[in-house]
């Protein structure tokens, strides 16, 4: 299943107004590699990260984004 169509469905299931939670690894949390290199190599490595940029790049196409922060 890839990204676009979870985040399809996400977005199906919400009720009107609803909201959307997601906690992820930022890139100084998990490997920096590419999505390329974690399916050649099969793995990982530990995690996958993602920039502030890109992760608000993907989800700004399905979602109001209402607050956006590192975890403490």
Known sequence: MNLKFILEIISDL??????????????????DI??????R?????????????????VLENYFDIVEFRKMK
């Open 41 to 57: 190599n099969g793995s990982l490595h530990g995690g996958r990260g993602y920039s502030d940029q890109k992760l608000k790049l």
């Open 34 to 39: 590419s999505d390329y290199a974690v399916y």
């Open 14 to 31: 919400l009720k009107p107004e609803g909201y959307f939670g997601l906690s992820c690894f930022n890139r100084n949390g998990g490997a």
